[in-house]
């Protein structure tokens, strides 16, 4: 599975110290370098920048389609615009998306999309985590806004509820 990520999922998981869930499921993360210069340049000092610095499995790229992201930067940051075009130009099976109107653009044009959250189901679905809700809450913990009624309509979808 080839999974593109934008900066708000690495930052929340590094946050919680779950990073290392990405690795677990995928043996390559890609982001492009936007989301690298967000997390890792511009958050050297916060969570994130030092752990995606040393994760040798997280692969940063340069967008290709430059054309492509300032069409997008319209509406988006640049980090979710590149990250959009990198999934497109990898083929990706999902970028992996937090904001609303950056995940709406990205099915716009065409690709899969998945949050954090459908990460973390999609992690005990494979059995790789024996249930969501620990981690869930140590998101919530770490500043990630999700109101009651989908925080718990997500347990029990994920039958811990």
Do not use: N
Not at 11 to 31: A, E, F, P
Not at 57 to 79: C, K, M, S, Y
Not at 98 to 110: F, K, L, N, P, V
Not at 112 to 135: D, M, N, R, T
């Amino acid at each position: 599975m080839i999974l593109v990520l934008d900066s708000s999922p690495l930052i929340t998981l590094s946050r919680t110290g779950d990073l290392k869930l990405l690795q677990q499921l995928v043996d390559t993360v890609h982001i492009p370098q936007a989301v690298y210069d967000e997390v890792v340049g511009a958050g050297a000092d916060q969570p994130g920048g030092r752990a995606v610095t040393l994760a040798q499995w997280i692969v940063r790229h340069q967008v290709r389609d430059q054309e492509a992201v300032v069409r997008l930067r319209g509406r988006l940051g640049r980090g979710e615009a590149e990250a959009i075009v990198l999934a497109k130009e990898l083929r990706a099976d999902y970028v992996v998306l937090d904001d609303a109107t950056a995940r709406r653009t990205a099915e716009a044009e065409g690709c899969h999309v998945l949050g954090l959250l459908g990460l973390l189901v999609h992690a005990k679905e494979q059995g790789l985590i024996p249930a969501v809700k620990p981690i869930l809450d140590r998101v919530l913990a770490a500043g990630f806004y999700l109101d009651d009624k989908l925080y718990r309509a997500l347990l029990k979808f994920s039958h811990e509820e």
